[in-house]
């Protein structure tokens, strides 16, 4: 197998058996579809070269390794770098599959323009948001208190205390996202789970706060320049991995909790055209974008930036 970039460059890799690969995955894999329902469990074969649009930065680094290191020697590859009209380019046949948006992205483009023949085919990764705190080390239960107004600071341990104020990002979306995150760590709970893609999902408020287990003040604020001043001055603060990079904090070492790859709704994804429906290569692409080997190395190469969709159980 071969794979060229978008300047027609040629590289090789080391020859690997294919992976061992049934058909019966690819029901499965069709129940990833966000939009029209396409069964690829049987169709064309797929013998010229696979053109995929592909973001740049992590998704390239991620596509890149599972083109050289899991796919069949059988399989050729081409990588172009997406751009904002790539799906339209997928939907009219200048290319065969995209790898650059998460799911409320592709959604909305898909909304816009009507592209009924596009089908999300693999889950992947997640740029996960994550928690917090310049005071305190851990989220474990704890009976200490602050900040209640009524009664003195009573602190004994390091574990984020109740009455804690916890800054989220003030956009819509990211006050979302870091509730969903405070609710997967058993510090909030919501009026619904985790997971759900439509625009209420998408946009929930303090008003979808059922209870706050840890009393929890939450705050919406806008980062801009002032990002280390709220880090050091409120007691945690929900950042996505560009934000928490600028201010020297790692997510796999500095997080107190991170959000869940599994059913996220910003999962990135393949899509497909319909047209490739049983396309062996489309197949073995998504397959091995899911596997324990590139969960495994989403773990090693990216600390926490970039998780894997998979959950520990699934591998």
């Known amino acids: ?89 997928i939907a009219s046949g200048e290319g065969d599959l995209a790898y650059f948006q998460h799911i409320p992205a592709f959604d909305a483009d898909v909304a816009e323009h009507s592209y009924d023949n596009l089908n999300v085919v693999s889950k992947a990764n997640v740029v996960p948001y994550a928690l917090y705190s310049s005071r305190w080390t851990g989220i474990a239960d704890t009976e200490d208190q602050v900040n209640s107004g009524l009664v003195e600071d009573s602190v004994t341990g390091s574990n984020l205390p109740h009455g804690s104020q916890v800054v989220l ?91 869940p790859g599994p059913d996220n709704p910003y999962a990135h994804v393949l899509v497909a055209p319909s047209r490739l429906a049983g396309d062996h290569r489309v197949l073995e692409l998504a397959h091995a974008l899911e596997s324990p080997r590139t969960a495994q190395f989403l773990e090693s190469e990216f600390r926490g930036t970039n998780i894997p969709v998979a959950s520990a159980e699934s591998r």
């Open 1 to 89: 197998m071969k794979w060229t970039d978008g300047n027609n460059t040629t590289r090789g890799r080391s020859v690997r058996a294919p992976l061992a690969f049934v058909l019966a995955t690819a029901i499965a894999l069709a129940g990833c579809s966000s939009g029209t329902e396409v069964n690829y469990e049987s169709g064309s074969s797929g013998d010229d070269t696979l053109v995929v649009h592909v973001g740049v930065g992590d998704d390239r680094k991620i596509l890149e390794y599972v083109v050289e290191n899991l796919l069949p020697d059988s399989i050729d590859v081409e990588l172009v770098e997406a751009t904002d009209n790539s799906n339209a380019k």
């Open 169 to 259: 990002p003030s956009s819509p979306t990211g006050f979302a996202r870091g509730l969903y995150l405070l609710q997967s760590a058993d510090l909030v709970t919501l009026d619904r789970p985790f997971g759900g893609t439509s625009t209420a999902d998408l946009t929930i408020s303090q008003a979808n706060v059922l209870d706050s287990q840890r009393h929890l003040s939450l705050v919406g604020l806008s980062y801009d320049n002032y990002l280390r001043s709220i880090y050091e001055n409120y007691d945690a603060v929900v950042l996505n991995p560009r934000d928490a990079e600028t201010i020297g904090l790692e997510p796999a070492k500095d997080a107190l909790a991170i959000e």
